[in-house]
């Protein structure tokens, strides 16, 4: 550990050398009161060199630490860490925590000491908002690391996606678990239920959203109805999602016995459908889309929108040419998003389109699943109640299918974005 | 090609607020008139409604009369958006659409409207509106590429190009050179004498030095004080308005004693 130091500090003298002729005098002496603390600190030997650089430095570079600083710091509170988490027995998340502490403690005072209040004070909140941060992506890569650890096995499994769960039964999976035979049934029904319900939820609320925005921001100039409009759409923001699926299956109940006593034109066809889990999802994805909308379509410049009247461009033309191309890098993206934030729906789908074993192509007839809903029955309903290992297994790959997705919409989004976006330069 | 402008006693209101009273003035064909006066005084106001863009804005109203060549454009009946096809405005800020290409923005009356022109009518507009507008060899190897990569003299002489495209009888020009360098400055002003020679040009300037250079006539706007509405103070002849004002006021705006 005395090596590095030392090359350290040559290299220093090389560089001060060369910038300034003159040593300054005084920073040595205001250095001095910190040094003694340092060098007693066993984990911190790399202080003990600094005091006499100090003397070497330029004056405007006296009162700084080398870079490494917070390197050796944190090396040193990882191994003092490591020392004090072995005495109860070491456990790696203890460590973590109090290297972490450590860190922020022997860093403040180290800064506080050697360099001023104002540095160890900034240095402080540097480290906690760092920390912040890593506590923040915790979860995260946890959770992405749990579902892709234990979901790949189901994931490689031949004729996962090709397949679904017609003709499996308690047998063929008690066969899996006990003699390890391949896990049989896929998720192919689920995919193309989720995918077909969330198309339809799509088409059903951009229009109605962007639309609704185009009023709010274009035509109401803040008139009653638009207050009001806004109003209600926070309040749908907030509506829990089974409350939607509850509203969706029972208005469809409604629509059809309505339709069918005055005409009889449905026959005999159930509210629980495909459809009507569309109608749920639109529910809770038009005010998300509403609110992106709005946003976008109000930092469009009224600059460009009084070139094109200018022009003799009628408005509903302005609109449609000049407004919504300029946002609709953050249209596109924010309806992607709200894709993505609907295709991990559970509860509204569960009550509104039920739960099959086979592909159901049909959004307007019979009872559809979806991946969400997959996941969950897969989960409480094991396929075997005394054999649930490959039921757990596919309802795993089934959630890693499903972050995949929404990883994907996200980044499809951020695509969008970029190539919608209007072009900013070009000389 | 070109049409005249007469207003009788224009009263201009955003909301109830009285902005501008009793404007009354007659603008030439072919000719470049200025209106100058402190910030505030209303010459923005009464320029953007000369072609009915005062009223984009939710509560603005106007009363009186505005004639472009002896048709009421407040007349009952008038639809604003055949006014604005007749009378073009140029802005303070370059405003190109940031979407299109320079091509496309000089085209822009003709593709917003959803207007069809071949290959060679549209080679045409765009050689020659780039050309009435001095911009066209600086940017003719790259019409393709955005309009906002230009700098912002160019910006603004191609938002100058994209008015003169949909050929207008009168431009209106609110502080075109507000934001530009002397030299962008100087081209736009060498244009501005050239425009005349087919439009009526309005012109709105802080600059009295840009007044006396680019314009035949000039109006004097004032306003007595905050909260009241600004006044057309003085018209006349540009050189009238500058070496013998009859109004007090006129005089010690020109030779720099307030405002």
């Known amino acids: 550990m005395a090596d590095t130091p030392n090359s350290v500090q040559q290299r220093e003298r090389r560089d001060d050398d060369a910038s300034a002729s003159t040593p300054a005098p005084t920073p040595a002496t ?39 600083t917070w390197l050796a ?46 540095k160890a004070t900034d240095g402080l909140w540097t480290n906690l908002v760092h920390l912040a941060f890593l506590t923040a992506l915790l979860p995260l890569v946890s959770v992405i690391w749990s579902v892709v650890s234990v979901g790949l096995p189901g994931l490689i499994e031949p004729g996962f996606f090709a397949s679904d769960m017609r003709g499996i039964d308690g047998t063929i999976d008690q066969a899996s678990q006990e003699q390890g035979a391949a896990v049989l049934g896929g998720i192919r029904h689920a995919i193309i239920g989720s995918l077909l319900i969330t198309i339809a939820a799509t088409v059903i609320s951009v229009p109605i959203g962007l639309l609704t925005s185009i009023y709010l921001v274009e035509y109401s100039r803040g008139g009653p109805l638009a207050r009001a409009i806004t109003f209600f759409v926070d309040v749908m923001t907030g509506i829990p999602s089974i409350v939607a699926g509850l509203f969706a299956g029972a208005a469809m109940a409604w629509f059809l016995s309505t339709v069918n006593t005055l005409t009889g034109a449905f026959g005999g066809i159930r509210s629980t459908m495909g459809i009507t889990a569309a109608i749920a999802l639109s529910v809770l994805m038009i005010p998300v889309v509403v609110r992106t909308t709005e946003e976008m379509l109000r930092v469009v410049p009224n600059e460009l929108r009084e070139a094109s009247y200018a022009l003799g461009v009628r408005k509903w033309r302005t609109i449609l040419k000049v407004v919504i191309p300029t946002a609709i890098s953050g249209i596109a993206s924010g309806v992607t998003l709200a894709i993505a934030r609907v295709i991990g729906e559970t509860a509204p789908i569960l009550v509104t389109a039920g739960f099959v074993v086979n592909v159901n192509w049909n959004l307007f007839s019979g009872w559809m699943t979806a991946l969400p809903v997959y996941i969950y029955r897969q989960f409480q309903n094991p396929t075997s109640p005394n054999f649930s290992d490959p039921s757990h297994q596919r309802a795993w790959a089934a959630a890693l299918v499903l972050i995949i997705i929404v990883m994907l919409l996200n980044l499809i989004a951020r695509l969008v974005a970029k190539v919608f976006a209007p072009k900013q330069t070009g000389r | 090609m070109s049409k005249s402008i007469e207003a009788k006693d224009l009263n201009v209101y955003y909301g109830d607020f009285l902005a501008v009273e009793g404007v009354s003035i007659e603008i030439a064909s072919r000719s470049v008139t200025a209106f100058i006066g402190p910030s505030g005084c209303g010459k923005t106001t009464f320029l953007r409604s000369l072609n009915r863009m005062h009223e984009v804005l939710p ?90 990569g230009l700098s ?8 100058i190009a994209r008015t003169i495209a949909v050929k207008p009888d009168v431009i209106l020009m609110d502080e075109p050179c ?65 070496n013998n004002p009859k109004e007090k006021s006129t005089e010690d705006y020109v030779s720099g004693r307030f405002g």
């Open chain 1, 30 to 68: 205001v250095q001095t009161p910190g040094a003694p603390t340092l060098g007693s600190r066993s984990d911190d030997a790399p202080g003990q060199s600094a005091g006499d650089l100090a003397g070497r430095r330029s004056r405007l570079t006296r009162n700084t630490l080398p870079r490494w």
């Open chain 1, 73 to 118: 710091v944190l090396a040193g509170s990882a191994v003092v860490a490591a020392a004090v988490s072995a005495l109860p027995g070491f456990s790696v998340p203890l460590w973590l925590v109090l290297t972490a502490v450590l860190h922020v403690i022997v860093s403040y005072v180290v800064t506080r000491l050697r360099v001023g209040r104002r």
């Open chain 2, 59 to 148: 509560g603005a109203t106007v009363s009186g009369k505005l004639l472009l060549d002896g048709d009421d454009i407040y007349g009952p009946g008038v639809d604003p958006v055949t006014v604005r096809t007749m009378v073009g405005m140029v802005f303070q800020r370059p405003n190109p659409f940031p979407t299109m290409s320079i091509r496309d923005n000089v085209l822009a009356g003709y593709r917003l409207n959803g207007t069809r022109l071949s290959r060679a009518e549209a080679d045409d507009v765009v050689e020659r509106s780039l050309r009435g507008a001095n911009l066209f060899n600086e940017v003719k190897d790259r019409l393709d590429k955005p309009g906002s």
């Open chain 2, 152 to 159: 912002g003299g160019q910006q603004q002489r191609l938002c």
């Open chain 2, 178 to 242: 507000s934001a530009l360098d002397p030299i962008s400055t100087l081209a736009v002003e060498d244009l501005i004498a050239e425009l005349k020679e087919e439009y009526t040009v309005v012109i709105v300037t802080h600059n009295m030095q840009q007044a006396a250079r680019v314009s035949e006539r000039t109006a004097f706007f004032n306003i007595a004080g905050t909260g009241k509405p600004g006044k057309l103070i003085e018209y006349d002849d540009t050189s009238t308005i500058f």
